[in-house]
């Protein structure tokens, strides 16, 4: 029999690269994977922060990783377990009048009737509108313009996709989607509690304050009445285990291996460099860095044409998020909370102005001192993170910019305390309970994970980097202009957050081309094979 | 009683252009109006000695050209006198030109940055490639997405077809102008502070948004989507004042026999079985027609002027959530003599020019951070024009007419009602910041009018005194102006028709929404239609 399986590199083991790599070696290609960091995973790890704590370091909370790839790669077979599943979102009150909502479900003492209506109809609302996007995850991007079948078929079904939301519905979305959660927060709900902790969720990793449009599809990017998950072990067991799945597909993982060149041979890529300065020659690479990351370091700008490296330079990823963990000597006790509601997903944003407040200074570049922030508890559910008695903080705190005026150096200290004085006022306490901190500024997150800016989607998630346009229109579809050079990270449709969709997808139009014989490298003779 | 064909509420420029077009095609109009004066905020008013001010609108570009023909405006004596040019001054002292005659523009540029200087002419030719593209919307009737009429799947084909026609690549360049920032869109072209500044100010002005914020981009086009004879982008002064607009049409509209009563401000929009049957005014009077089309405000259309149980609560909910929040002022001011400003040094010819504060996107976006805390811009943007340089009916000889713009001004102070305080604070903060650019100022000022969004709704009746008739962000353009399944200027009720800028295609001295609701009533009531289609470019 003839082998069909091409020689494929794939630069980066985040998740995308795993699913990417599993997705074709299980299509019987010759995968190797290089990792910079010692061990797989990207942003989606577990690691020790202090001794004997250990952390989600990266993403700390699951929500939309694609049941089917899930399904596609038996992660649960590979060691994938959940501590904790359907996790609602707590407001925190300094007063100890805190709401929950998850999906349609209100309460607490926070909450008032007219909101427990209105959420009705908003979750039924904005559930239908999520799912539409949702369904567009596991999709190619059409091209626009363009006059072929797939394309205009592609659209045709989007259309049609809103056309079925029903008049009502359908008016609603062609509304809101391009808008900001300001305004159609205040038109739904009375609570400002309320208001406030959806409005995060609409700012939530991205370089907008509630106030900015595009929040609202950043919300329904983001919106999952099934709730939020807690891997057992942290998120480095679903990479973990997406790793275990790539090599028992035949993918060969080596971490601990920097590519420092994309080589090109005239006008195609064939292989990598290593920072060591071995060659790996393959057919196709595959880059799950961040598209300014391999086009404009990997590759080079000036390999490619000028309106395309334009496009490249002015990509948007100015990180606004950082990450504060913190142990525990015991579980903080959060104003007017119980144990099971402090192991929900807790956030600090008591009105939607004090969110806007807060995203003010990231435009100036200076972080918030009164930051908004998504707490998570992760050693409540999950025993192998901390000793007994023992506790993780891990928490989101919006905004502090990768670029910050006079540097990181000296300002981790201050937003520290900051974050500090602001967690004592919902936790009395807290401060004495904290036997180490850990706070990584994008800046940090961007030297840990490589991804440029700090960035969680590599490329803002905003209307104007979205679907066709993301990252850039001409590598929108997963392959750049370079022959035999694909994207399959957070950079490409539909974006970051643990979901894997980008990487599958790129594995698809990876595998269709070499079947094709399109990706720019000429077809495997007899003997190759 | 008399009963009329139609009756226009509110003489503005939309009002009245619907009104003459309604009469040129045979209906008997009734335009009512509530000020003693007509042209709403395309006004021209004597309010100091011999002193014309544009105390609203000042500037005009946008007026449709298919328009100003169809009503014979040059004949009813409106003339656009074209201004050239603009001055961004920056608080270093220095300042930016830009010139009637490119190569002096381009050389001034390359003065501030030889690369911006080079990427001037890409940033203007793909601004005006989206003029040219929207421009042939503006004057037709948007398509309802969710029917499935043939009229309006015909439409949206048409819009599809007028899209895929600008090729792949200007398709994602249209879809990301149209929703990102104006910041970060000149960062794709330029890299000098003044220079972004400069560019920045026409997307925010009369936006309750920052240059930050995204969607500001497209309000670009509110200032660079007009002409003025045939000369794309370009800004004249209607001479006389914009009250040259308005009358001209007036007397377009009286030529052809139409009534207009003026003093006559609207109570009540009467309606009998689900059918509008006329108005009620304050003085309690009525007047009665089948037909009534208000050039309103939609929130004061419906919330203040009908009675709530003919309109369903959906509707009305809707109409309380319709976004109008002003964030514009403007000193109107009588001078002694031209200001001179250190910067220019004698430089004459930028003074008759469009005149602009501000140095950095930076100060811009916090200007905007003041309205959204409730309060006027300490260092505000300022767009400064001196009309009677060019039109010299606007003041007496050697005496200058100024008119300044400033963004932002909320139209609450904190939450509360303006005083007269605030005003005269707002003001002394507006004048002291032109002071500071040039120097003895405030002693040529011989009377100057202040108008907040509180002026602007009590005088002008612009709800929240927000200059376009509502925000124009991407939930209230196109087909969700004003309100999803109400943008074919067709109200709730039959016989009901809107007119104003609170519809498609918003605000701007454009006339076109009154033109695009005189078709649609014409087409209702089965009459020729006198309205021009738009046309296209080249």
Redesign the interface.
């Known amino acids: 029999m003839t082998d069909r399986g091409r020689r494929i590199i794939i630069i980066g083991a985040g998740h995308n690269g795993l699913v990417c790599a599993a997705t074709l070696a299980r299509a019987g290609h010759h995968v190797t994977v290089f990792e910079a960091a010692t061990s797989v995973g990207g942003a989606a790890i577990t690691r020790e922060f202090a001794p004997g704590f250990r952390v989600s370091a990266g993403a700390h909370l699951l929500h939309a990783l694609d049941p089917a790839i899930a399904r596609e790669m038996k992660l649960a077979d590979h060691g994938l377990d959940y501590a904790a599943t359907g996790l609602g979102t707590v407001g925190l009150d300094p007063d100890g009048q805190w709401l929950r909502y998850l999906g349609a479900e209100l309460e607490g003492p926070g909450a008032s009737d007219a909101d427990r209506e209105a959420i009705k109809t908003f979750d039924r609302q904005f559930g239908r509108f999520a799912a539409l996007l949702r369904n567009l995850r596991g999709q190619v991007p059409p091209r626009l313009g363009t006059r072929d079948r797939g394309d205009l078929l592609a659209l045709g079904k989007l259309g049609w996709a809103i056309r079925r939301l029903g008049r009502d519905d359908m008016r609603e979305f062609l509304r809101i989607a391009g808008i900001n959660v300001y305004d159609v927060l205040n038109e739904r709900f009375e609570s400002p509690l309320l208001k406030g902790a959806i409005s995060l969720d609409g700012t939530l990793g991205t370089f907008a304050g509630p106030r900015s449009n595009n929040t609202v599809f950043n919300l329904l990017n983001r919106y999952d009445d099934q709730g939020y998950a807690i891997p057992a072990g942290g998120m480095g067991t679903v990479t973990a285990a997406m790793a275990d799945a790539a090599r028992q597909a035949g993918a060969d993982i080596r971490t601990g291996c920097p590519v420092r060149r994309v080589m090109m041979d005239f006008d195609r890529a064939c292989g990598v460099r290593l920072e060591t300065g071995d060659e790996h020659t393959a057919d196709v690479v595959i880059s799950n860095a961040d598209p300014r990351t391999t086009l404009g370091e990997l590759l080079g700008l000036q390999r490619l044409e000028a309106g395309f490296a334009h496009r490249v330079k002015h990509i948007r990823a100015k990180g606004g998020v950082a990450k504060l963990h913190l142990a525990l000597d015991g579980l903080p006790a959060f104003n007017g909370l119980d144990e099971a509601l402090t192991g929900q997903r807790l956030v600090i944003a008591p009105d939607p102005d004090y969110v806007e407040r807060a995203f003010n200074h990231a435009k100036y570049g200076e972080f918030s001192a009164q930051p908004a922030m998504e707490i998570t508890i992760p050693s409540l559910h999950d025993n192998r993170l901390a000793a007994p008695g023992q506790h993780v903080l891990s928490a989101n705190v919006q905004w502090a910019p990768h670029d910050l005026k006079g540097g990181w150096n000296g300002a981790r200290r201050h937003l520290v305390e900051a974050c500090l004085l602001m967690l004592e006022q919902y936790a009395p306490g807290i401060r004495d309970q904290v036997l180490h901190h850990e706070l990584r500024s994008p800046w940090d997150l961007a030297a840990e994970f490589g991804n440029a800016g700090g960035h969680w989607h590599h490329a803002e998630l905003t209307l104007d980097q979205s679907m066709m346009l993301r990252p850039v229109p001409g590598a929108a579809q997963y392959a750049t202009p370079v022959n035999g050079l694909y994207l399959c990270g957070a950079g490409s449709h539909p974006g970051g957050g643990i979901m894997g969709n980008a990487g599958r997808n790129a594995a698809w139009v990876v595998d269709r081309d070499l079947a094709a014989g399109t990706t720019g490298t000429p077809e495997p003779t007899e003997d190759e094979a | 009683m008399k009963k009329y064909d139609a009756i226009v509420i509110g003489a503005g420029h939309n009002g009245i252009a619907n009104a003459a077009f309604l009469q040129k095609a045979g209906l008997d109009v009734l335009l009512v109006e509530k000020n003693d004066w007509i042209g709403g905020a395309s006004v021209s008013r004597n309010l100091h000695e011999d002193w014309i001010y544009s105390n609203c609108s000042y500037v005009c570009s946008l007026l449709r050209p298919e328009v100003y023909r169809a009503l014979d405006l040059a004949k009813y004596g409106l003339q656009v006198v074209p201004y050239g040019g603009s001055v961004t001054f920056s608080s270093d002292g220095d300042y930016l030109g830009r010139y009637t005659d490119p190569d002096a523009s381009r050389r001034e540029y390359q003065r501030h940055s030889p690369r911006d200087a080079d990427a001037l002419h890409r940033y203007e030719r793909d601004v005006m490639r989206q003029c040219r593209f929207i421009r042939q919307f503006l004057l037709r009737t948007a398509p309802d997405?969710?029917s499935f009429k043939p009229r309006d799947l015909l439409e949206l084909l048409h819009i599809g077809r007028e899209?895929?026609a600008?090729?792949?690549?200007?398709?994602?360049d249209t879809?990301?102008f149209y929703?990102?920032s104006i910041a970060?869109y000149l960062?794709?072209y330029f890299e000098n502070p003044l220079i972004k500044a400069a560019k920045a100010g026409s997307g925010i002005i009369g936006s309750a948004?920052g240059v930050?914020?995204?969607?500001t981009a497209y309000v670009l086009l509110h200032h660079a989507m007009g002409d003025v004879d045939g000369t794309a982008g370009a800004w004249g002064f209607a001479r006389g004042g914009m009250g040259a607009i308005a009358n001209a049409m007036q007397a377009c509209f009286e030529d052809h026999g139409g009534t207009t009563i003026t003093g006559a401000s609207v109570e009540q929009i009467t309606t009998r079985g689900g059918h509008v049957t006329g108005v009620a005014l304050a003085n309690g009077d009525e007047h009665r027609a089948d037909t009534v089309v208000s050039n309103m405000t939609l929130p004061r259309t419906f919330l203040e002027c009908m009675d709530p149980k003919d309109l369903l609560p959906e509707f009305l909910e809707k109409c309380r959530?319709f976004?109008i929040r002003g964030s514009s002022g403007k000193l109107n001011i009588a001078l002694d003599g031209l200001p001179e400003f250190t910067a220019l040094r004698g430089n004459t010819e930028l003074l008759c020019a469009d005149m602009h504060l501000v140095d950095s996107i930076?100060k811009l976006?916090?200007a905007y951070?003041d309205w959204?805390d409730g309060h006027w811009s300490r260092e505000p943007y300022l767009d400064m024009l001196i009309p009677s340089l060019t039109d010299p009916t606007m003041a007496p000889p050697g005496k200058h007419f100024m008119s300044v713009f400033v963004q932002y001004v909320p139209p609450k102070i904190e939450g509360r009602d303006w005083t007269d305080a605030d005003r005269d604070a707002f003001s002394d903060n507006v004048l002291n910041r032109i002071e500071a650019y040039a120097p003895g100022f405030r002693d040529k000022v011989m009377h100057v009018e202040v108008r907040t969004p509180r002026e602007l709704e009590n005088e002008v009746g612009l709800t929240e005194g927000n200059i376009f008739q509502g925000e124009l962000?991407?939930?209230q353009l196109l087909?969700?102006r004003p309100i999803?399944?109400y943008a074919q200027y067709r109200g709730p009720v039959k016989g009901l028709y809107m007119c104003g800028s609170s519809n498609h295609p918003g605000g701007g001295v454009m006339a076109a929404p009154g033109a695009n609701a005189a078709r649609e009533i014409l087409r209702d009531l089965r009459r020729p239609n006198t309205v021009p289609e738009g046309w296209t470019d080249d």
């Open positions: 997405p969710t899209l895929w600008l090729g792949e690549d200007t398709i994602y879809m990301r929703t990102m970060d960062d794709e948004m930050m914020s995204p969607g959530n976004k930076e976006e916090r951070d959204k962000t991407m939930d087909f969700n999803p399944g």
